[in-house]
């Protein structure tokens, strides 16, 4: 086993670190959430410093990567700047795209991509009465005499959806019964004619806003469907794996950050005449904070190693989800509690770091859903033969 960084990653480090300290001032940030956006200028910057090109093959013009250099790219993107960000999406949408896309529609992405800056599309998978229970999804397209299909219904939460120029839409197939387990991914402009989008409000995340998406009769043509027809949830599916475990590097960065903070404030407050420091429930605090970070992050290198190795880590990546997003939020909440009344105001960060790493419990598949995701697979795996 070897935890050491190889140069480039250190490099890799290095460069991430210059690159937030000069963008995520907390002036700056604070700007971003109230505006519930990023500048086009950020976008520029991020798309020139070429983080958003990692882990897209080089013949696409991208930074081939393994994925345990993606996870570190994405954990200490979050320690750095203390924000959960939209920047590092395109990857993950790059990958969909790749795995599952035609040649044109990835080399349109790309293109796109690199003149903009902007993540090829969201993602619109979850409606209001079809969240965890995906199969009770009614959004449908259905074939038209011309060959066209209309698509009609609703999607919901969707990060991004008003701000991306795609959105990846995962409907029906003819029929939206519940019976009916034929899906399909389809590549949506966010310009077309009889989709809208309404704002939704988060409590954390603010940077990257939801909404809600309604299609009323969107003419759909056969070039905008991703991968095969009926075979757009299993595809998803797939790619989940991926997503929980680059969900969990920033909430490992995020839970970084707040560890940081609430490490040295513990040297610097005085109360009863000693600081912090010297009580051994403080220190007990940061004993557990710490244990978490790092039984989260030796399980997240450990997965994505599995990964790189061609490995399944159906079991790992739902196990590491739920933990990792559970102890990420305590380690917040703990952080805040070290701070005291300090800790329940907007002078500190604590609140925001502890609000947007609330968010991972749900988002990506909630704690409840991975029990059931790995719950199933570890009976079958220690039962007697
Ligand atoms: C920050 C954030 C970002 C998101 N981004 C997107 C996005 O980009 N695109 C998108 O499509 N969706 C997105 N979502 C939606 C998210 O995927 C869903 O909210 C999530 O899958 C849960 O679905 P639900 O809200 O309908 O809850 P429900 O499915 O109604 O569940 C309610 C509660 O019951 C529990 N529960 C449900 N079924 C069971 C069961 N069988 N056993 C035990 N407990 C159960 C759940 O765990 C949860 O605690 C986002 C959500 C959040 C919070």
Same mark, same amino acid.
């Given at each position: 086993?070897?935890?050491?960084?190889?140069?480039?990653?250190?490099?890799?480090?290095?460069?991430?670190?210059?690159?937030?300290?000069?963008?995520?001032?907390?002036?700056?940030?604070?700007?971003?959430?109230?505006?519930?956006?990023?500048?086009?200028?950020?976008?520029?910057?991020?798309?020139?410093?070429?983080?958003?090109?990692? %882990?897209?093959?080089?013949?696409?013009?991208?930074?081939?990567?393994?994925?345990?250099?993606?996870?570190?790219?994405?954990?200490?993107?979050? !320690?750095?700047?203390?924000?959960?960000?939209?920047?590092?999406?395109?990857?993950?949408?790059?990958?969909?795209?790749?795995?599952?896309?035609?040649?044109?529609?990835?080399?349109?992405?790309?293109?796109?991509?690199?003149?903009?800056?902007?993540?090829?599309?969201?993602? %619109?998978? +979850?409606?209001?009465?079809?969240?965890?229970?995906?199969?009770?999804?009614?959004?449908?397209?259905?074939?038209?005499?011309?060959?066209?299909?209309?698509?009609?219904?609703?999607?919901?939460?969707?990060?991004?959806?008003?701000?991306?120029?795609?959105?990846?839409?995962? +409907?029906?197939?003819?029929?939206?019964?519940?019976?009916?387990?034929?899906?399909?991914?389809?590549?949506?402009?966010?310009?077309?004619?009889?989709?809208?989008?309404?704002?939704? !409000?988060?409590?954390?995340?603010?940077?990257?806003?939801?909404?809600?998406?309604?299609?009323?009769?969107?003419?759909?043509?056969?070039?905008?469907?991703?991968?095969?027809?009926?075979? %757009?949830?299993?595809?998803?599916?797939?790619?989940?794996?991926?997503?929980?475990?680059?969900?969990?590097?920033?909430?490992? %960065?995020?839970?970084?950050?707040?560890?940081?903070?609430?490490?040295?404030?513990?040297?610097?407050?005085?109360?009863?005449?000693?600081?912090?420091?010297?009580?051994?429930?403080?220190?007990?605090?940061?004993?557990?904070?710490?244990?978490?970070?790092?039984?989260?992050?030796?399980?997240?290198?450990?997965?994505?190693?599995?990964?790189?190795?061609?490995?399944?880590?159906?079991?790992?990546?739902?196990?590491?989800?739920?933990?990792?997003?559970?102890?990420?939020?305590?380690?917040? +909440?703990?952080?805040?509690?070290?701070?005291?009344?300090?800790?329940?105001?907007?002078?500190?960060?604590?609140?925001?770091?502890?609000?947007?790493?609330?968010?991972?419990?749900?988002?990506?598949?909630?704690?409840?859903?991975?029990?059931?995701?790995?719950?199933?697979?570890?009976?079958?795996?220690?039962?007697?033969?």
């Amino acid at each position: 086993m070897d935890f050491s960084y190889t140069d480039e990653q250190e490099l890799l480090v290095d460069s991430i670190k210059e690159f937030c300290e000069r963008f995520f001032t907390e002036a700056k940030i604070r700007d971003m959430y109230e505006k519930e956006s990023m500048s086009d200028e950020l976008i520029q910057e991020y798309l020139e410093a070429g983080f958003g090109l990692m %882990g897209i093959p080089e013949e696409l013009g991208g930074i081939p990567c393994d994925m345990q250099t993606l996870g570190l790219l994405t954990e200490e993107f979050a !320690h750095y700047s203390g924000v959960i960000t939209p920047l590092l999406n395109n990857t993950l949408a790059m990958r969909d795209l790749i795995d599952f896309g035609s040649e044109e529609q990835v080399a349109e992405a790309m293109e796109a991509y690199c003149e903009t800056g902007k993540p090829t599309f969201s993602l %619109g998978f +979850s409606e209001p009465a079809a969240g965890s229970d995906n199969m009770n999804m009614s959004c449908v397209t259905k074939k038209q005499a011309d060959g066209t299909y209309l698509l009609n219904g609703q999607k919901t939460w969707v990060t991004q959806g008003a701000a991306f120029p795609n959105i990846l839409v995962v +409907s029906k197939d003819e029929d939206p019964s519940r019976e009916n387990k034929g899906m399909s991914m389809w590549l949506v402009p966010l310009e077309t004619k009889g989709l809208t989008t309404a704002p939704l !409000h988060k409590i954390g995340q603010q940077i990257m806003p939801f909404c809600e998406v309604y299609f009323d009769d969107v003419v759909l043509t056969e070039d905008m469907r991703v991968g095969e027809e009926g075979q %757009g949830f299993y595809n998803l599916m797939k790619n989940f794996e991926t997503e929980r475990c680059l969900i969990v590097a920033q909430a490992i %960065g995020v839970a970084q950050a707040a560890m940081d903070d609430a490490a040295a404030y513990v040297s610097e407050r005085m109360t009863f005449g000693k600081p912090l420091a010297n009580y051994q429930l403080i220190q007990l605090k940061l004993v557990e904070m710490e244990t978490a970070i790092q039984n989260s992050r030796n399980m997240l290198y450990k997965t994505l190693w599995k990964m790189d190795n061609g490995e399944s880590v159906r079991i790992d990546s739902a196990l590491l989800k739920r933990y990792a997003c559970q102890e990420a939020t305590k380690v917040a +909440s703990e952080a805040m509690q070290i701070y005291g009344g300090l800790g329940f105001t907007t002078e500190t960060r604590l609140g925001r770091l502890w609000a947007d790493l609330r968010g991972f419990q749900i988002a990506g598949g909630t704690d409840e859903i991975m029990v059931y995701i790995a719950g199933r697979q570890l009976a079958k795996q220690y039962a007697r033969k």
